[in-house]
């Protein structure tokens, strides 16, 4: 096999054929823990007005996006911005309707873009854009509505992780090897924010390095993989391991499992010498 990315997807892919419709398999969100690792702030509020006018704002070389303006008034901040009363998001408006055409109706899970609607209250998980004080909703899993049945659940997750994210080493020491476990693939998530992809990387602290692969090690590898679910093999995944780190891939793969004792071996093998690597912010990484 060529392509080790895709044929792990397609690993990953069969494993939810048998018990997810097939449609659900492009819109799942990633587990609400890394969604609060990747996202730049996280509040409860509720969107009271549009900017009258749409603005653009680059969002990369040559390139920019029109943007509706919400003012979201906030409740509670879950994580950063501490000194925020009000939060200026943005959002893709939709597109114009053709008279002459039926309206286009797009089901929540398969439009990627967030609309936010005035009175609308939510759980915002932010990204900071381009323009100084604003920020946005890439995708449709970072606002949590406050109609949604899983609202309050939602909001508690996220505040218990954003503790984690505070106290990591607490966590990665923890005496119960879920806490241990949860702790490291926040963590991973965190360092490994594809949002950083393609920029320069640091290696973290040997000490944590040794804890996160040890806790990912120890980590529950028999249970099944369920969407918005944190898994050992997934969190393995997303260390960015290359031949380079003696990472191979496998021969004669024949079931996931074998996947997971590739997986397992290699941490075993290289608990005390690999440093997790970290992403650096493309403005970090620049200077």
């Known amino acids: ?146 109609e949604d049945g899983n609202f309050k659940k939602e909001v508690d997750e996220a505040k218990q992780a954003s503790k984690r994210l505070d106290n990591p080493m607490d966590g990665l020491k923890s005496a119960n090897a879920e806490e241990r476990f949860q702790t490291a693939a926040l963590l991973v998530a965190f360092y490994r924010n594809p949002r950083n992809q393609g920029g320069k990387t640091e290696a973290v602290s040997a000490e944590q390095s040794k804890l996160i692969l040890q806790a990912i090690t120890d980590g529950n590898w028999s249970a099944p993989q369920k969407f918005g679910a944190q898994h050992p093999w997934m969190v393995f995944s997303q260390l960015g391991l290359a031949a380079k780190d003696g990472w191979m891939q496998p021969r004669n793969v024949k079931t996931v499992q074998d996947l997971h004792r590739a997986a397992q071996e290699w941490l075993r093998a290289n608990l005390e010498t690999y440093r997790v690597q970290r992403l650096l912010p493309r403005e970090v990484a620049q200077k």
């Open 1 to 146: 096999m060529k392509n080790w990315n895709v044929f792990a997807a397609t690993i990953g892919a069969a494993l939810f054929a048998g018990t997810v419709p097939a449609r659900a398999l492009v819109v799942a969100p990633p587990p609400g823990p890394t969604r609060v690792a990747q996202a730049d702030v996280i509040v409860v509020g509720r969107v009271v007005a549009h900017e009258p006018k749409d603005i653009e704002v680059m969002v990369g070389p040559g390139a920019k996006q029109t943007y509706r303006v919400a003012i979201v008034n906030i409740t509670e901040i879950v994580r950063g911005a501490k000194e925020l009363k009000t939060v200026r998001v943005g959002f893709i408006p939709p597109p114009p309707n053709d008279p002459n055409q039926p309206p286009i109706i797009r089901p929540r899970p398969f439009g990627r873009n967030v609309q936010l609607n005035v009175g609308q209250d939510g759980l915002f998980f932010l990204t900071k854009a381009a323009q100084k004080d604003l920020y946005t909703t890439p995708m449709y899993y970072d606002v949590v509505a406050g």
